[in-house]
Antibody, heavy 118, light 107 residues
Framework: QIQLVQSGPELKKPGESVKISCKAS????????MHWVKQAPGKGLKWMGW????????TYADDFKGRFVFSLEASASTANLQISNLKNEDTATYFC???????????WGQGVMVTVSS | DIQMTQSPASLSASLEEIVTITCQAS??????LAWYQQKPGKSPQLLIY???SLADGVPSRFSGSRSGTQYSLKISRLQVEDIGSYYC?????????FGAGTKLELK
C-alpha cells in the first residue's frame, strides 16, 4: 500500500537548521511530484511548494523562498525539507504529500513537529 | 495570490443533519478545487477534487459543487466519524492556497 513515512519530531534553537525526511513506498517515486505543507499549532494549512521527483526541480511559494530547500534522494524514494536559520515562527508541523492529478494531494505523511525555542 | 474565503469558521451540527461548507475564490479558478478533511491529531485526507469528483474510498454522503467562483462541500447525513476540520484548496495557480478551515463539531 502507498505510504509516506516522515522522520521524527525535532527541537531546535533559533538560528539552527533542521532536515526532515519523507520516505515513500508502494508506488514509483519518480512518477509523482511531492508537495510540502506547513501547519502552525492550532492553525490552518499553508502550501509551501513542491518538487518534481523526476527532474529534482523545486518550486517554492513566495513565503518559503530563501531559507527552505526541497531535495531528493531518489534512489531511496525520499524527499527532504531543510530549513536553515530557524525562527520561532517556524514552529509547526510539516507534512509531505503526494501530488495527484492537477496539484491535489492524495497521500500525506504523518507530519513532523518542529519546535523552535531558546 | 488567489484568496480562498471559507465559511463558516466553525459549525455545530447534529447526527444525520445536512452540513454545507463554502469557499469563495477571489478569481476564476475553474474546477481546480479540492476539499480535505483533517481529524484531530491526524494528517489531512483528500475528499473531493476537480470541485465535484469524489476521491477513492470517500463515502458517497460527501459531495462537492460549484457555482461560479463559489464552491461547496455537502455532507448529506452527518456521522460521528465526520467530526474534524475541513479545508478547501485551489489548484489553479501557484501558490496553491488553502481556505482558513471549518471546524465541525457535534451538537
Amino acid at each position: 500500500q502507498i505510504q509516506l513515512v516522515q522522520s521524527g519530531p525535532e527541537l531546535k534553537k533559533p538560528g539552527e537548521s533542521v532536515k526532515i525526511s519523507c520516505k515513500a513506498s508502494g508506488y514509483t517515486f519518480t512518477d509523482y511530484a511531492m508537495h510540502w505543507v506547513k501547519q502552525a499549532p492550532g492553525k490552518g494549512l499553508k502550501w509551501m511548494g513542491w518538487i518534481n521527483t523526476y527532474t529534482g526541480k523545486p518550486t517554492y511559494a513566495d513565503d518559503f523562498k530563501g531559507r527552505f530547500v526541497f531535495s531528493l534522494e531518489a534512489s531511496a524514494s525520499t524527499a527532504n525539507l531543510q530549513i536553515s536559520n530557524l525562527k520561532n515562527e517556524d514552529t509547526a508541523t510539516y507534512f509531505c504529500a503526494r501530488n495527484y492529478g492537477y496539484d491535489y494531494l492524495d497521500y500525506w505523511g504523518q507530519g513532523v513537529m518542529v519546535t523552535v525555542s531558546s | 495570490d488567489i484568496q480562498m474565503t471559507q465559511s463558516p469558521a466553525s459549525l455545530s451540527a447534529s447526527l444525520e443533519e445536512i452540513v454545507t461548507i463554502t469557499c469563495q475564490a477571489s478569481q476564476d479558478i475553474g474546477n481546480w478545487l479540492a476539499w480535505y478533511q483533517q481529524k484531530p491529531g491526524k494528517s489531512p485526507q483528500l475528499l473531493i477534487y476537480d470541485a465535484t469528483s469524489l476521491a477513492d474510498g470517500v463515502p458517497s454522503r460527501f459531495s462537492g459543487s460549484r457555482s461560479g467562483t463559489q464552491y461547496s462541500l455537502k455532507i448529506s447525513r452527518l456521522q460521528v466519524e465526520d467530526i474534524g476540520s475541513y479545508y478547501c484548496q485551489q489548484a489553479h495557480s501557484n501558490p496553491y492556497t488553502f481556505g482558513a478551515g471549518t471546524k465541525l463539531e457535534l451538537k
